[in-house]
């Protein structure tokens, strides 16, 4: 007769990511042997200790809600920008030159308000300003 497992892994794990308030997330356990001589206590622990164990050796993003920027400057003050980048932690993606210097950077909405201010009390002159997309930075 075979014994019904239902409960033994799913609950146990979604439990665990639950205690750490952790979300998108994915846990994969792979079971190659059948689990009968477990029996139910042994597969939750099984299972919830493969959950922990994961989860004590993941690198965990912290991610915020941001926008990805196009901003142009004129080629005099491309660098003060490009230092400005550095300082602030501002992923700049692509520079490209033409008339301008078009840069397209992501940063999280507490920084472009930052820089939308800087821009506005003329510390950084840039000559276009383009919000392209909302996007987790």
């Known amino acids: 007769m075979m014994e019904n497992h239902h ?4 609950a146990p794990m979604l439990e665990i990511l639950r205690g750490k308030s952790l979300c998108q997330v994915l846990i994969v356990v792979t079971r190659y042997f ?16 493969a959950t922990k164990k994961a989860l004590e050796e993941a690198k965990f993003v912290e991610k915020q809600i941001g926008k990805e920027v196009q901003i142009s400057f004129t080629y005099s003050e491309a660098e003060n920008f ?3 980048c550095r300082k602030n932690q501002i992923n700049v993606i692509k520079e490209e030159y ?5 840069f397209l950077v992501e940063l999280t909405n507490e920084k472009l308000k930052k820089m939308q201010n800087e821009i506005d009390n003329r510390k950084l002159k840039a000559t276009r300003i383009d919000k392209i997309t909302e996007k987790y930075i």
Do not use: F, H, P, Q
């Open 82 to 84: 490009k230092y400005y």
């Open 7 to 10: 409960g033994t892994a799913g």
């Open 34 to 49: 059948g689990g009968i001589l477990l029996g139910t206590g042994g597969l939750v622990r099984a299972y919830a200790g």
């Open 98 to 102: 033409s008339d301008d210097v078009n």
